[in-house]
Antibody
Framework: QVHLVESGGGVVQPGKSLRLSCAAS????????MHWVRQAPGKGLEWVAL????????YYADSVKGRFTVSRDNSKNTLYLQMNSLRSEDTAVYYC??????????WGQGTLVTVSS | DIQLTQSPSSLSASVGDRITIACRAS??????LNWYQQKPGKAPKLLIY???SLQSGVPSRFSGSGSATDFTLTINSLQPEDFATYYC?????????FGQGTKLAIK
């Protein structure tokens, strides 16, 4: 059974950094591209970042480009999101997801990041 | 980036009703369109993929149709557990954008 668990969220001051993790199980993690999607309080879903299955290709939303870095460790079945220079508008629940059409689609439960002084 | 526009943004309906939600893409995306359901405090759940394929375990009262730029999600005979927010999403190219969402409320 495909399973994703995010961790690392919390309250952080503007301008500071935070690293999120996503532990995967139940599937061949190293074969899947992986995504981060976020949802600000009361708002819709916003795609944030994508890494290819082997980590060689990465893509970012314009809103986080240059500040966030997605990475993965296939030996640990773990996805990461390094978030630097955080802003109040980055406050959201962050989900990791496979975004695979069909049975392999899976989302974690989400981790809340609050950027506030 | 491909823009997805859902309509309506919200609607009210009663148990047993049939409803439709539309999603329009800013350019042709073939059938690379998925539909998600999200309940408060929960992660989104895939309902329909490739425009019209029902995800395993999803009740048959949910159906999807369309291609190119115009897509529809239909829910027949609404059940109490269907009241939620629905999002369309395209995977035709990167970034995989979402519609703004449609909130379905009980009348």
């Amino acid at each position: 059974q495909v399973h994703l668990v995010e961790s690392g969220g919390g309250v952080v001051q503007p301008g500071k950094s935070l690293r999120l993790s996503c532990a995967a199980s139940g599937f061949t993690f190293s074969s899947y591209s992986m995504h981060w999607v976020r949802q600000a309080p009361g708002k819709g879903l916003e795609w944030v970042a994508l890494t290819s299955y082997d980590g060689t290709h990465k893509y970012y939303a314009d809103s986080v480009k240059g500040r966030f870095t997605v990475s993965r460790d296939n030996s640990k079945n773990t996805l990461y999101l390094q978030m630097n220079s955080l802003r109040s508008e980055d406050t959201a629940v962050y989900y990791c997801a496979t975004l695979r059409a069909g049975p392999a689609d899976c989302w974690g439960q989400g981790t809340l990041v609050t950027v506030s002084s | 980036d491909i823009q997805l526009t859902q309509s309506p943004s919200s609607l009210s309906a009663s148990v047993g009703d049939r409803i439709t939600i539309a999603c329009r893409a800013s350019q042709s995306i073939s059938i690379y369109l998925n539909w998600y359901q999200q309940k408060p405090g929960k992660a989104p759940k895939l309902l329909i993929y490739a425009a019209s394929s029902l995800q395993s375990g999803v009740p048959s009262r949910f159906s999807g149709s369309g291609s190119a730029t115009d897509f529809t999600l239909t829910i027949n005979s609404l059940q109490p557990e269907d009241f939620a927010t629905y999002y369309c999403q395209q995977t035709y190219n990167t970034p995989p954008t979402f519609g703004q969402g449609t909130k379905l409320a009980i009348k």
